[in-house]
């Protein structure tokens, strides 16, 4: 896997067979996949914020998805740029990290930290749990994140993978 760009045997404008789809379409399903857990309790949060404890979620409850949703976002971003940003960035601009990916990254993070501080605090006690400040502390960050998640997947999809990477390549990718 050199520097230079490479294109697929057919052609960027030529239609993929269905099993070559699947092979340059792997990473985003994948990534799909992991995406759609976010986008998942990111939504049960939400929605908790706006419910009380008898309807929805239980502060305690809350309070423990939070935390986990920023450790696994928090992991899930540091295997990207760790290990797969590094691969993808020697042909795919994108994933260079003066652009805007791991930009998002950085804006997602920084609102991460905040909303994972004020978790913490609720949980030692510190904070009495106050729903309208979590769902101010996502709505910080909630914008950037939603536009990654969609950006991310389709930016490795099958029509923009096949651009950069032959079939035999795209086997060889991590993830």
């Known amino acids: 896997m050199g520097s230079k760009k490479m294109s697929s045997s057919q052609g960027d404008d030529q239609p993929l067979s269905a099993s070559d789809f699947r092979t340059y379409n792997l990473l985003s399903d994948r990534m799909e996949g992991f995406h759609n857990h976010f986008r998942l309790t990111w939504n049960q949060l939400w929605e908790a914020c706006e419910s009380s404890g008898k309807r929805g979620l239980s502060a305690r409850q809350m309070i423990t998805m939070g935390l986990q949703f920023c450790s696994q976002l928090d992991f899930h971003h540091s295997i990207e740029e760790q290990h797969i940003f590094p691969v993808l960035a020697k042909r795919m601009p994108e994933f260079r990290k003066?652009?805007?990916?791991?930009?998002?990254?950085?804006?997602?993070?920084?609102?991460?930290?905040?909303?994972?501080k004020y978790l913490e605090q609720c949980r030692s006690g510190e904070e009495d749990l106050r729903r309208d400040e979590v769902k101010r502390l996502m709505e910080g960050f909630g914008k950037v994140l939603w536009t990654h998640l969609d950006q991310e997947v389709q930016t490795l999809g099958a029509a923009n993978?096949?651009?950069f990477w032959s079939l035999a390549e795209m086997r060889q990718l991590p993830m």
């Open 98 to 116: 003066e652009l805007e990916l791991l930009s998002q990254h950085r804006q997602i993070h920084a609102g991460l930290e905040k909303l994972e």
């Open 161 to 163: 993978m096949r651009k």
